[in-house]
């Protein structure tokens, strides 16, 4: 059983801060790049960051670029996503993915990710 559980979305004002954890069971992360995504209502999904199965490459979207932050801690078998300086554009449910491979997240956010997460709803507003 491969599964992925996201917590610590919630309801933050702007300018807020939260931070995001997924951790996986039935695998260890260690071995797989991990990606957090991102879909608002009527929009399409959005990859937001990523780090690659060795930690040694992250990669963010421009529009969380100095705001957001990915890391992991495969001890826990879990990764994070901190997120600061909140918007309200930045308001969606949020997934974190797994997939398998040394080279995924090397090269920006556009790999195929085969395991999913339920999704955390972050919703930014006074």
């Known amino acids: 059983q491969l599964q992925l559980v996201e917590s610590g979305g919630g309801l933050v004002q702007p300018g807020g801060s939260l931070r995001l954890s997924c951790t996986a069971s039935?695998?260890?992360?260690?071995?797989?790049?991990i990606g957090w995504f991102r879909q608002a209502p009527g929009k399409e999904r959005e990859g937001v960051s990523c780090?690659?199965?060795?930690?040694?490459?992250?990669n963010y979207a421009d529009s969380v670029k100095g705001r957001f932050t990915i890391s992991r801690d495969n001890a826990k078998n879990t990764v994070y996503l901190q997120t600061n300086s909140l918007k309200p554009e930045d308001s969606a449910v949020y997934y974190c993915?797994?997939?398998?491979?040394?080279?995924?997240?090397?090269?920006?956010?556009?790999?195929?990710?085969?395991?999913w997460g339920q999704g955390t709803q972050v919703t930014v507003s006074s």
């Open positions: 039935g695998f260890t992360l260690d071995d797989y790049a």
């Open positions: 993915a797994a997939t398998p491979g040394a080279r995924a997240c090397r090269d920006g956010l556009n790999d195929v990710y085969v395991y």
């Open positions: 780090v690659s199965s060795s930690g040694g490459s992250r």
